[in-house]
Structure formats: structure tokens, C-alpha cells
């Protein structure tokens, strides 16, 4: 079957493809919004989402917040949900671009790896033999937090620096309130890094450290990206050349989701959606993957949670990295999108169910990094206490 799927993907000849990468919560998702902004109007595009966790939210971020003007026909939207592409096996990515080039006939393919994700591993898989036909391979782009980077505990950390060191242009927002020395020790840092990388400092339309909308030059810039070969695959290919790739097979990690009484969860997965769109509502399920904990519920439409007493439920939950949902509340329907230096939310038309997820730092004593300065969470939380809680703010 997979032989067959890859098959039918090679008749497609040098689709540009390009990888948009950053760590969790630097604000991919408002760079790919505005690429695909602005799409030109006779082209057919297509995105593979990662996420990291089961419930499959981005695609609803990224699709409600088009423009209405946009055909979304032309755009193609599908997820890999319930890990990281790059750290399991390479099936799910194969037989999602597979699908993704013979399904929709895109013109242009862009893929966004879960944030958790070291680029590096999907760059090598990128750069095998069987798509190097198929997939013309652009410039990697990078979203990188200036907010973040100015803490020690990301600027230090392995999986934040990975994507600096992989990329080929670095998108750089959330900066204005760093001195004009802590710009030039941002730029050294990435120098020292990766030498060859095209920084882009995105001139925000306001002058605020939470605005990630780009400017229209940056928007011009980034699009002549989608065009530039990446050296960066370029050399990752010239490598598999003189050494033969191995055949390895990740790990998957378990679905260790649970449900109290009052809830249903998956007994079993599939690789492009974890979680059937035909469950039983409501679901929550939870899990640990590398250092954090994942959670994500999915409710009825009909759930209606008071708005303000959801987000102050969200904001207690302990050493949060990022909220994200669309959700039936008090104030409608409600895409949140919460990174510890932003909290947005914004009104979206009404979904088939709402869907909430959360990414936590989990550790023990001998935990190497705590993300947002508060004592990491063990995997022993209690989730059929969260879920009574979140029930509790259905009015």
C-alpha cells in the first residue's frame, strides 16, 4: 500500500516545498496566515500541519482565520496529529505528503512541525532519495521569539537552538522592546549559531512586543523565499549521497489517554487524525511526550462555557507552554491561542465541536529546564479533577 502511495506522489515533479519551523509558541502560525495571505489567486496550495498533540486544532486556526475573500478551495489543509513527524517513524509524513500531492494537485506545499520538533530529523527525511524528484525543497524558514530568546532558559536549550541552526532564513518578531545592545548580542547568538542564515527583523504594523503581523515588505521578502533553493537541504542531500541512508524505525510513544466516567476517550489511532471525528462527546485524552504534558479535550457544540471563568480556569493551570482552542462560550465562539508572553483570542464562525488543548511542562527533581520559572508538574495531575472543573463552566 505505502509502495502504491508513493508511487502516485512521483508523478508530480518539483513541487516547491518549503518547511516553517520555530519553537512552540513563536508565532508560526501568524507567518504561514500571511504567506498564505498572500497566495497569488490562480495557484493551489497545500499545508501539512504537525501536531504534537491528538485533538487537531491548528488546521481550524489557520482555515478561520483566512480572509473570506480567499478561495479556500485553493488551499488544501491537512494534519498529522499525536506526535512529532520527526522524531517517529517516517510513515505518517510519507503517506500525508502522498496523499496531500495526488489528492489536491498543489502547486505549492508548505509544512509546519510541531514546535517540540528538532528540524533536523524531518530535513533528513526531506532529503531521501524517493522525494528529491517530487518535492523541490525551498528556503527553511524559521520564526524565532525575541521575547524568548531573551530568557537564559530557551536561549540554552538544545530544542530551541535546533531550529536556528536549520534554518536558512530567521524570522525574528516580539523584539521592539529589546535595547539596541540586545539586538546586536540576539544577532551574535544567531551568528555563532548558523553563519549563513538571511535574518529578516519583522518590521510589525505596531509597534507592540506581542503584534506578529508582518509588514508588507517582510511579506515580499518572505515570498521571495518560496522561491530560493535551500542550502541547508541542499547539503543535507549532498550527505545522504555519500552516505547511504540507514533504515531506522522510531518509537512511538503509548496513548496513554484516559477518561473519568463522564467522558469517553480513543482506544485506538490512526495516523493523519488520532482522534475520530465520530468519537463520543464529550472526550478528553492525556499524555507525556518528551518533557511535557499534553491534554486536549473535544465538546459538543452545544457546550456553552462562560468565557471569562474558562480563560482564568486556562491561565491557573500549572507551568502552561501553550493553550490553544476554538471554543462555544458566553461570548460566542471564541480561537484562543496562548504563548506566556501572548494571550489572544479572537471571534470565529461557528465550529462542529469544540476543541481545547494544553501543553504543560511536566519533570521531577531531576528535571534539566523549567520553561516558565514555576515548579514543573509531575504526570500525576489529576485530569478527572480538570475535567470537573472544565464541566463546572458549562452554563
Given at each position: 500500500m505505502m509502495n502504491a502511495a508513493l508511487k502516485k506522489s512521483t508523478v508530480f515533479q518539483n513541487i516547491p516545498c518549503t518547511l516553517v519551523t520555530g519553537f512552540l509558541g513563536a508565532g508560526k502560525t501568524t507567518v504561514i496566515n500571511q504567506l498564505l495571505a498572500s497566495k497569488p489567486v490562480d495557484e493551489r496550495w497545500a499545508l501539512l500541519i504537525n501536531e504534537f498533540g491528538r485533538i487537531g486544532i491548528d488546521g481550524s486556526l489557520l482555515a478561520s482565520s483566512q480572509d473570506e475573500a480567499i478561495d479556500k478551495n485553493s488551499i488544501a489543509i491537512r494534519e498529522v496529529s499525536g506526535g512529532c513527524i520527526c522524531c517517529t517513524s517516517q510513515l505518517p509524513l510519507q503517506i500525508a505528503i502522498s496523499r496531500l500531492l495526488s489528492d489536491h494537485h498543489p502547486q505549492r506545499l508548505i509544512i509546519e512541525p510541531t514546535g517540540?520538533?528538532?528540524?533536523?530529523?524531518?530535513?533528513?527525511?526531506?532529503?531521501?532519495?524517493?522525494?528529491?524528484?517530487?518535492?523541490?525543497?525551498?528556503?527553511?524558514?524559521?520564526?524565532?521569539?525575541?521575547?524568548?530568546?531573551?530568557?537564559?532558559?530557551?536561549?540554552?536549550?538544545?530544542?530551541?537552538?535546533?531550529?536556528?541552526?536549520?534554518?536558512?532564513?530567521?524570522?525574528?518578531?516580539?523584539?521592539?522592546?529589546?535595547?539596541?545592545?540586545?539586538?546586536?548580542?540576539?544577532?551574535?547568538?544567531?551568528?555563532?549559531?548558523n553563519t549563513q542564515v538571511h535574518i529578516i527583523w519583522a518590521s510589525t504594523v505596531q509597534?507592540?512586543?506581542?503584534?506578529?503581523?508582518?509588514?508588507?515588505?517582510?511579506?515580499?521578502?518572505?515570498?521571495?523565499?518560496?522561491?530560493?533553493?535551500?542550502?541547508?537541504?541542499?547539503?543535507?542531500?549532498?550527505?545522504?549521497?555519500?552516505?547511504?541512508?540507514?533504515?531506522?524505525?522510531?518509537?512511538?510513544?503509548?496513548?496513554?489517554?484516559?477518561?473519568?466516567?463522564?467522558?469517553?476517550?480513543?482506544?485506538?489511532?490512526?495516523?493523519?487524525?488520532?482522534?475520530?471525528?465520530?468519537?463520543?462527546?464529550?472526550?478528553?485524552?492525556?499524555?507525556?511526550?518528551?518533557?511535557?504534558?499534553?491534554?486536549?479535550?473535544?465538546?459538543?457544540?452545544?457546550?456553552?462555557?462562560?468565557?471569562?471563568?474558562?480563560?482564568?480556569?486556562?491561565?491557573?493551570?500549572?507551568?502552561?507552554?501553550?493553550?490553544?482552542?476554538?471554543?462555544?462560550?458566553?461570548?460566542?465562539?471564541?480561537?484562543?491561542?496562548?504563548?506566556?508572553?501572548?494571550?489572544?483570542?479572537?471571534?470565529?464562525?461557528?465550529?462542529?465541536?469544540s476543541r481545547l488543548e494544553v501543553i504543560l511542562q511536566a519533570g521531577d527533581e531531576s528535571d534539566q529546564m523549567d520553561l516558565d520559572n514555576a515548579s514543573p508538574v509531575t504526570s500525576a495531575i489529576d485530569w478527572e479533577v480538570r475535567d470537573r472543573e472544565l464541566m463546572a463552566l458549562v452554563i
Open positions: 517540540l520538533a528538532h528540524p533536523r530529523e524531518l530535513i533528513h527525511q526531506l532529503s531521501a532519495p524517493h522525494w528529491q524528484t517530487a518535492l523541490q525543497m525551498q528556503a527553511v524558514i524559521t520564526v524565532l521569539s525575541g521575547v524568548q530568546w531573551q530568557q537564559d532558559k530557551y536561549r540554552t536549550h538544545d530544542g530551541f537552538q535546533a531550529h536556528v541552526k536549520d534554518a536558512d532564513v530567521l524570522v525574528i518578531n516580539r523584539y521592539t522592546h529589546l535595547s539596541d545592545s540586545d539586538k546586536q548580542a540576539l544577532q551574535a547568538w544567531v551568528t555563532k549559531l509597534a507592540a512586543p506581542n503584534n506578529d503581523n508582518l509588514s508588507t515588505t517582510d511579506i515580499i521578502t518572505l515570498n521571495n523565499q518560496l522561491a530560493t533553493p535551500s542550502h541547508i537541504i541542499a547539503q543535507q542531500r549532498t550527505i545522504n549521497i555519500n552516505y547511504p541512508e540507514k533504515l531506522s524505525a522510531g518509537l512511538r510513544p503509548p496513548n496513554t489517554a484516559l477518561s473519568p466516567t463522564s467522558l469517553s476517550s480513543a482506544t485506538q489511532a490512526n495516523d493523519d487524525n488520532p482522534v475520530s471525528p465520530d468519537i463520543e462527546l464529550p472526550y478528553r485524552y492525556h499524555e507525556k511526550q518528551q518533557d511535557m504534558l499534553l491534554a486536549g479535550w473535544r465538546l459538543p457544540a452545544h457546550y456553552v462555557l462562560h468565557a471569562d471563568e474558562l480563560q482564568e480556569w486556562l491561565l491557573k493551570l500549572p507551568s502552561w507552554q501553550r493553550i490553544k482552542g476554538v471554543v462555544h462560550t458566553s461570548d460566542g465562539w471564541l480561537q484562543i491561542n496562548f504563548t506566556p508572553d501572548s494571550l489572544t483570542t479572537s471571534t470565529v464562525a461557528s465550529q462542529l465541536d
